[in-house]
Nanobody, 126 residues
Framework: VQLQASGGGLVQAGGSLRLSCAASGRTFSSYGMGWFRQIPGKEREFVAAIAWSTRNDASTDYADSVIGRFTISRDNAKNTVYLQMNSLKPEDTAEYFC?????????????????WGQGTLVTVSS
């Protein structure tokens, strides 16, 4: 599986961005997908995850810091997972990575993911 993240950019505090992660492969719907973020010098941090599903009812999980502001979703027909980020804060500034887990469920530890895309940079100005 190859993952390609996009959608990062510079936004003012309170603004919104939508990140996309396009995946290759015919078994996308069977993978659990996740978003992580990383600041230089710090460990990669879990942001959101969504389980496998062939319908629009996949289980999701979020880091406490983004609950109510971020929404993860997937479109299996497009082999794409999204991260809608609203009410952005300067502390959301980071490089964001998408990842895929053969496990298929909702996974929060980074080491449960098997494939990683390149990062996309999100900068939130105050």
């Amino acid at each position: 599986v190859q993952l390609q993240a996009s959608g990062g950019g510079l936004v003012q505090a309170g603004g919104s961005l939508r990140l996309s992660c396009a995946a290759s492969g015919r078994t996308f719907s069977s993978y659990g997908m996740g978003w992580f973020r990383q600041i230089p010098g710090k460990e990669r941090e879990f942001v959101a995850a969504i389980a496998w599903s062939t319908r629009n009812d996949a289980s999701t999980d979020y880091a406490d810091s983004v609950i109510g502001r971020f929404t993860i979703s997937r479109d299996n027909a497009k082999n794409t997972v999204y991260l809608q980020m609203n009410s952005l804060k300067p502390e959301d500034t980071a490089e964001y990575f998408c990842a895929a887990a053969r496990f298929g469920g909702v996974a929060t530890p980074a080491d449960e993911y098997d494939y990683w895309g390149q990062g996309t940079l999100v900068t939130v100005s105050s």
